[in-house]
C-alpha cells in the first residue's frame, strides 16, 4: 500500500475563476459550459448552450478550459466537479471554476476524482457559506485549502480504473444516442417526409388537415381513447405518510426521473407495494411513453420490457397503446418527439407562479395521422430493436455508473488498494 500525503490544492493545481457575467447564447457555436450541464461527474453537452464566435474571444481571456482541467460549480451546485477531456473551443459559465493539474504532482484525472472523494467533499462542506439564496464557498481561499494524494504513479492507476469506467459510460452513452437518432431518422423518413416502403404507389389526397397519403387517418387522441386505442393519464397523487424508503417498494417516479429516454429510479421514493392493485393504471407497463407534465415539460422515457415497474406520480403523463397492433408504442413515442406534437403542446401549455404545464384535458384533443396497420408494423419491426437497443444500452451505464460511484469514494480514499482490484471482474458482475 502506497503512502498517502497531505498537500495545500496551491502546491498542485492552478485555480481560475469563471466570468461573472452571462454572454449572449445561440444555438450552434463554440460550448458555453453552465452548471446546468454540470452532473454527477460528468459533462450532459445536451444540457449545454454555445457561445458566438464572435464573443468567444472575449469570453475566453478569463478563463477557458483546456484537456485535463478540472471543472467545477462554486455556487448552488456545490461539490460538483467533472472531468475536460476535450479539445474543442469552450467557456466557463458563471460560478464555475478551473483546476489546471501540475503534472508533476498529480494526474489530472486523479484530480478530478479527488475532488469528488470524500476527504475533498468534506472540506467543502466545512467552507461553504449557507446563503438566504445560494450557497457558495469563497474560491479565493481555495489554495489553502488541504487535499491528500497518494504517490504519482498510485493516482494514475486509480484514474485508469475509474476513468475506464467512465469511458465506458460515455460510450454507452453515445451508443443510445446514436440508436435514438436511427430511430427518429426512419420516422422522419417515412411519416414526415413520405419516402416509406411503397410511397411510390400511393397518392396523396388533401385531407383538409393536410396533404397525407390515401389511407392515412388524420384523427385525435379523443377518437383514439374513445376508441379504446390509447389511454392517456396522470399519476397517484400520494401523501408524504405513504412513502417510504424501503428499497422493496414501488418507484414513485417524477419529473426528475424523467432523462433523455429512460426512467432513473436513483433517489425515488416508494409506496408499499400492497398499493399495486389499488392504482391500476397508475403502474407503468411495458410499452407506456411517459411525459413530464408539470414543470420541466416535455421530458420523455419509453419503458421496454425489461424496465421495472413503478408508480407515476401526478407531474408525469403516461400514454399507453391498448391496440399496439393498430397504434404500436415506437410510433406513439417518436410521434410525441415530432414537431406536430411540440407545436400543440406549445400552443396549449399553460403556466402557475411555480412553474409550466400540459393538462390531460389538452393532452386527449391533440390531432395526429395514422398510417395503415401494415405499414405500422412494417416500422414496428425496423425501429422496436433500435429503441430496445437504446433502452439496454442506457440501462448498463447507469448500472456502471452506481458501480463507479461505489469504487470511487474507496479508491481515492485509500480503503481499496487497487494493486489488489480485478477490473475485468467487477465489470462481469455490474452488467451482468
Not at 77 to 82: D, K, M, Q, V
Not at 103 to 130: E, N
Not at 180 to 194: D, K, L, T
Not at 273 to 295: I, P, Q, T
Amino acid at each position: 500500500m502506497t503512502a498517502w500525503k497531505t498537500f495545500r490544492i496551491r502546491d498542485v493545481a492552478q485555480i481560475f475563476d469563471g466570468p461573472h457575467a452571462t454572454p449572449q447564447k445561440t444555438a450552434e457555436g463554440p460550448l458555453y459550459l453552465s452548471i446546468s450541464s454540470l452532473k454527477a461527474g460528468r459533462f450532459d453537452l445536451a444540457e449545454s448552450a454555445h457561445l458566438s464566435d464572435r464573443d468567444l474571444p472575449r469570453w475566453t481571456k478569463r478563463a477557458a478550459p483546456q484537456p485535463g482541467d478540472t471543472l467545477f460549480s462554486y455556487e448552488t451546485r456545490i461539490g460538483e466537479a467533472a472531468y475536460w477531456g476535450r479539445d474543442v473551443p469552450a467557456a466557463l459559465g458563471r460560478r464555475m471554476g478551473i483546476l489546471r493539474p501540475d503534472l508533476t504532482r498529480v494526474d489530472p484525472r486523479f484530480l478530478t476524482y479527488a475532488y469528488l472523494g470524500p476527504q475533498f467533499q468534506g472540506v467543502l462542506r466545512d467552507k461553504t457559506i449557507y446563503g438566504t439564496t445560494v450557497n457558495r464557498f469563497p474560491i479565493g481561499e481555495m489554495p489553502s485549502w488541504p487535499i491528500v494524494l497518494p504517490s504519482l504513479a498510485y493516482q494514475a492507476k486509480i484514474a485508469q480504473i475509474l476513468g475506464s469506467i467512465d469511458d465506458l459510460i460515455e460510450n454507452l452513452q453515445r451508443q443510445a444516442e446514436v440508436l435514438e437518432e436511427m430511430s427518429r431518422a426512419v420516422y422522419r423518413e417515412w411519416f414526415v417526409n413520405f419516402h416509406y416502403p411503397r410511397h411510390e404507389d400511393v397518392p396523396q389526397i388533401d385531407s383538409g388537415a393536410g396533404w397525407f397519403p390515401q389511407g392515412w387517418n388524420v384523427t385525435s387522441t379523443g377518437a383514439l381513447i374513445r376508441e379504446r386505442i390509447l389511454e392517456i393519464g396522470d399519476g397517484y397523487r400520494a401523501k408524504n405518510s405513504e412513502l417510504t424508503g424501503d428499497e422493496d417498494g414501488l418507484p414513485f417516479v417524477r419529473v426528475g426521473n424523467v432523462r433523455r429516454g429512460r426512467l432513473s429510479l436513483d433517489g425515488c421514493d416508494r409506496l408499499p407495494l400492497s398499493y399495486r392493485s389499488m392504482l391500476k393504471s397508475k403502474v407503468s407497463r411495458a410499452g407506456d411513453v411517459v411525459l413530464s407534465s408539470k414543470g420541466t415539460v416535455g421530458r420523455l422515457a419509453y419503458l421496454g420490457p425489461r424496465d421495472p415497474e413503478v408508480a407515476y406520480s401526478p407531474q408525469v403523463s403516461y400514454w399507453r397503446s391498448l391496440k399496439p397492433h393498430e397504434l404500436p408504442s415506437a410510433y406513439l413515442y417518436l410521434w410525441v418527439q415530432s414537431d406536430s406534437f411540440v407545436k400543440q403542446t406549445s400552443a396549449t401549455k399553460g403556466s402557475t407562479a411555480m412553474a409550466d404545464y400540459v393538462n390531460l384535458t389538452d393532452q386527449r384533443r391533440m390531432s395526429l395521422v395514422i398510417p395503415p396497420v401494415n405499414l405500422l408494423a412494417e416500422f414496428s419491426t425496423r425501429v422496436e430493436p433500435l429503441l430496445s437497443g437504446t433502452s439496454n444500452a442506457r440501462g448498463r451505464a447507469e448500472m456502471l455508473a452506481k458501480l463507479r460511484d461505489l469504487l470511487l469514494p474507496r479508491l481515492v480514499t485509500g480503503q481499496i488498494d487497487v494493486l489488489q482490484l480485478d477490473l475485468d471482474a467487477v465489470l462481469e458482475g455490474a452488467v451482468a
